[in-house]
């Protein structure tokens, strides 16, 4: 608001002004995701994932060709976030090779999936085979049916 329409230009309503009024960029930047966020955002979108249910267990199925069992780390969060994490990293240049051309991805990847209730996170198993991981999560039991509770009338 420009405080010189209302009449009011003496030097305190002129700094008021100064002080209210927001640069474009600062807005802007106020806005703006963070760079852990588009960090781990990409790292995300470049992680496809299988989720299958199956009678007893949860399975995720995840592509990790050229990675060992040292680049991928598998961790349950908060108790119902299982997150699939790691680095791919670049191999050593041998002395007079160059690349061609570059098309394999290098860097960081994960995966967060949110698990069910049923989802038993102290049974969580992962194997990487063929470069293809596979972690397990089996499910809890299902909870016992309540029985109705009998109660004794008697007569006074």
């Given at each position: ?100 051309r570059m098309e394999r991805r290098v860097g960081k990847f994960m995966r967060k999936f949110v698990l069910p209730e049923n989802a038993n996170t102290e049974a969580v198993s992962a194997v990487c085979r063929d470069g293809v991981l ?23």
């Amino acid at each position: 608001m420009d405080f010189r329409l209302t009449g009011l230009e003496s030097p305190l309503f002129a700094t008021l002004h100064h002080l209210m009024d927001v640069p474009e960029e600062a807005e802007k930047s106020a806005s703006a995701p963070t760079r852990t966020y588009v960090r781990d955002a990409r790292a995300m979108a470049a992680t496809p994932a299988d989720v299958k249910e199956l009678p007893g267990s949860y399975a995720f199925v995840v592509d990790m060709p050229g990675l060992g069992s040292g680049d991928i780390k598998v961790q349950v969060e908060d108790d119902n976030v299982l997150v699939i994490s790691g680095e791919r990293r670049r191999e050593e240049e041998k002395e007079g090779a160059k690349y061609l051309r570059m098309e394999r991805r290098v860097g960081k990847f994960m995966r967060k999936f949110v698990l069910p209730e049923n989802a038993n996170t102290e049974a969580v198993s992962a194997v990487c085979r063929d470069g293809v991981l596979t972690v397990t999560v089996e499910k809890l039991p299902p909870p016992e049916p309540k029985k109705p509770k009998t109660i004794e009338v008697k007569i006074a």
